[in-house]
């Protein structure tokens, strides 16, 4: 039993001792098993086609509900999954539910673009990354130019042999996407130079437009462009966000505004309604 004593402390009666433990390492204790005990699922949010406003494809994201723990949010677990190398276990969890999930949606009508994966850094430099891959797209026969993966500047500045694995994912036909661009230290010459398909504009730029701060927006838009990215903003939450984006002509756009991420099963209700309504 575990009981939680106020701030961050936990205290467990085990065999009648108490043990005391922060929250970090209960967290570390239960994903130790959260795969196996059916713990996680992932949740999908629609991308939309800013000038057709219809979804054209979805970022697949994970979620982890614990008994003890409840639901605890990605931005907390992910680093204790990758501190501990379960990530590894889990990403290929996810890739392969992703691709089940994208096959079984192209088989009941729902066509979407593309399907778009976080990975982890420490799952993008894994040496059997692509093999990995490779196997799931066999096991799920799904078109691997329906996948889309998406990393950090910081994986891309951090990895070496980055560009012959980005190869690599070219060469199967898996598309590649640059998230939280913005945040990190890249160029967009330098990152030109590598076959990247996708630039997303976190959050905080477009949170920014709401307070007079289109010139960096506006500038990632231009410039990505004129370079041949296609370029997502992500987190739009108001029409005045939306409205300058379009303004813009910025291809893509994900946030609350559109949709929060769903169930699968609510994939194709939402395909059908922003067809029509948006
Ligand atoms: P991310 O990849 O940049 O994902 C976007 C995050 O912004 C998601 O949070 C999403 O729910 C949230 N979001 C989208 N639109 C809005 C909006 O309009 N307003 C607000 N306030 N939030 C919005 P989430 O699901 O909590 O994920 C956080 C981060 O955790 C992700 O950022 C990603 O870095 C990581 N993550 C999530 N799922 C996975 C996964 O399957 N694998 C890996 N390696 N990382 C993941
Ligand atoms: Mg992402
Ligand atoms: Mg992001
Ligand atoms: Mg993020």
Not at 159 to 175: D, E, P, R, Y
């Amino acid at each position: 039993h575990v009981k939680k004593n106020g701030g961050d402390d936990y205290s467990f009666s085990m065999d009648n001792q108490k043990i005391h433990m922060d929250r970090s390492l209960l967290i570390e204790l239960e994903l130790k098993n959260a795969l196996i005990n059916n713990e996680f699922h992932i949740v999908y949010q629609p991308l939309i086609n800013l000038k057709k406003n219809n979804i054209v494809g979805v970022e697949a994201l994970l979620r982890w509900k614990n008994k003890q723990l409840g639901t605890v949010s990605p931005g907390e677990f992910i680093p204790i999954l990758e501190k501990t190398g379960k990530i590894i276990e889990v990403g290929k969890w996810i890739l392969r539910t992703v691709c089940n999930q994208m096959k079984r949606w192209q088989e009941n009508g729902i066509f979407l673009e593309r399907i778009s994966v976080n990975v982890s850094p420490i799952q993008f430099k894994e040496q059997s990354f692509i093999d990995d891959l490779k196997q799931i797209i066999d096991e799920t026969q799904l078109d691997a130019s329906y996948l889309e993966i998406e990393i950090t500047e910081g994986t891309i500045l951090e990895i070496a042999n980055v560009s012959k694995t980005l190869q690599k994912l070219q060469g199967l036909g898996i598309k590649v996407s640059i998230d939280d661009f913005g945040t990190g230290y890249s160029s967009l010459s330098y990152l030109k130079q590598l076959p990247i398909d996708t630039l997303k504009i976190d959050k905080s730029f477009i949170d920014d437009l709401d307070t007079d701060g289109e010139i960096i927006v506006n500038t990632i838009i231009n410039m990505g462009k004129n370079l041949r990215f296609r370029i997502i903003a992500e987190g739009i939450e108001t029409p005045h966000q939306l409205k300058y984006l379009k303004q813009q002509q910025c291809h893509e756009g994900q946030g609350y505004f559109f949709s929060k991420p769903v169930g699968h099963e609510q994939i194709p209700i939402l395909y059908q309604e922003l067809q029509v309504t948006k």
